[in-house]
């Protein structure tokens, strides 16, 4: 019972932050995801110490662990877009798995070479 | 038709065999079998063959995705308790991110632009390395369609965790460092649990390399992309 009203309480509170943002984004027509906003905002509360971790751990894991039966009515979607995988899904191929390998070896490579000479300078 | 009881029946169906496909996928532990991946397919097939169209399930989706914002908005949480990792070697890592999410995001949408693909298609390959959450939000704002952008994002997930650690080794790199954050740029969540499985250091990393290359690709993607295309 008490896990159940610490639930709601904090899902609560993550809700009103995601509202605020979502208005404030709305409001100001800033071209930025509400969700991002809420992060930061909610980040930067973290950091300050207003809001406490032990506010936000028991709503928030759950809700992280089963964050993709979200996407799930969302992907339902695709049934709509059947011809559209069908006639040009090949066309897909080459951009994503291009893209895919390019943004492993930039992120490896660069940070492999960069850590290595802060290594050899004596830093780390 | 629209009615109370076929909306109740659609979310029922998506709740039942999302546990179900979720617990195969903890039975199996393979990268094809994914939740989403599973429970998606079987819905479209159910929903096909029951004759019951995607407009007869949107009432449901609206009810079933209300909490994905304040969800999203829990990302911060994980950040911030890996935020020493961001202290420990700060522009290493963020030269490395902002560089990786900046490449695959321009590499993605201009060779779909030369295949010849429409531009809500390009729009919607955009955040495909974006945690699924964002992404749909990233969609909505460069004019793609959320339920395809969580197609790339899956696909980009899905193959990022099965080639991503022998790609990296293939290319000799082997630091830990390195591999955990370039597959967190890569293939969000999915990237980071398989990496997870290299180490506590991989897995922390790519974690935090997941939500910066989110934040990154929402401020640079609105601005980035009508340029690539104009």
């Not at chain 2, 495909?128 to 969580?150: C, F, H, L, N, R």
């Not at chain 2, 990296?168 to 997870?196: D, E, F, S, W, Y």
């Given at each position: ?109 660069i940070v492999q070479l960069l850590t290595a000479s802060s290594r050899?300078d004596?830093g780390h | ?82 935020r020493h990792i961001l202290r420990s070697s700060f522009f290493p890592i963020l030269i490395g991110i ?77 630091n830990p460092v390195a591999?955990g954050l ?19 250091t991989?897995?922390a990393m790519?974690?935090v390399a ?21």
């Amino acid at each position: 019972m008490i896990t159940a009203l610490k639930f709601s309480a904090q899902l609560f509170l993550l809700w009103v932050i995601y509202f605020l943002s979502a208005w404030v984004i709305k409001t100001f027509h800033l071209p930025l995801p509400g969700g991002v906003l809420g992060m930061l905002i909610l980040f930067a509360l973290l950091l300050s110490g207003v809001i406490k971790e032990e506010w936000l751990t028991t709503a928030t894991f759950p809700l992280l662990r089963h964050l993709s039966f979200f996407f799930i009515p969302i992907a339902v979607e695709l049934m709509e877009w059947g011809d559209l995988f069908r006639q040009k899904g090949h066309l897909l191929f080459l951009p994503l798995v291009v893209s895919l390998l390019v943004a492993l070896l930039t992120t490896g490579g660069i940070v492999q070479l960069l850590t290595a000479s802060s290594r050899k300078d004596g830093g780390h | 038709m629209n009615s109370p009881i076929m909306t109740a029946f659609t979310i029922l169906l998506t709740v039942v065999l999302y546990i179900i496909s979720r617990k195969i996928w903890i039975k199996t532990q393979n990268a094809l079998l994914t939740p989403l991946l599973l429970s998606t397919a079987g819905i479209i097939l159910i929903l096909h063959y029951s004759g019951i169209t995607f407009e007869q399930y949107k009432p449901g989706k609206q009810i079933m995705t209300f909490l994905l914002g304040p969800a999203t908005v829990g990302l911060a949480l994980p950040l911030y308790l890996n935020r020493h990792i961001l202290r420990s070697s700060f522009f290493p890592i963020l030269i490395g991110i902002v560089c990786g999410a900046v490449s695959t995001l321009t590499v993605a949408v201009l060779l779909a632009k030369v295949s010849g693909l429409e531009a809500l298609i390009v729009a919607s390959i955009a955040p495909k390395s974006v945690t699924t959450p964002i992404a749909i939000e990233i969609a909505q704002i460069v004019g793609g369609d959320p339920a395809i952008t969580v197609a790339f994002v899956v696909f980009t997930g899905t193959l990022g965790s099965m080639i991503g650690a022998s790609v990296l080794t293939l290319c000799k790199i082997t630091n830990p460092v390195a591999r955990g954050l370039a597959m967190g740029v890569t293939a969000h969540g999915q990237g980071t649990a398989t990496i997870l499985q290299e180490g506590q250091t991989q897995g922390a990393m790519a974690g935090v390399a997941m939500a910066l290359t989110a934040i990154i690709t929402s401020f640079i993607a609105p601005l980035f992309i009508p340029w690539l295309l104009g």
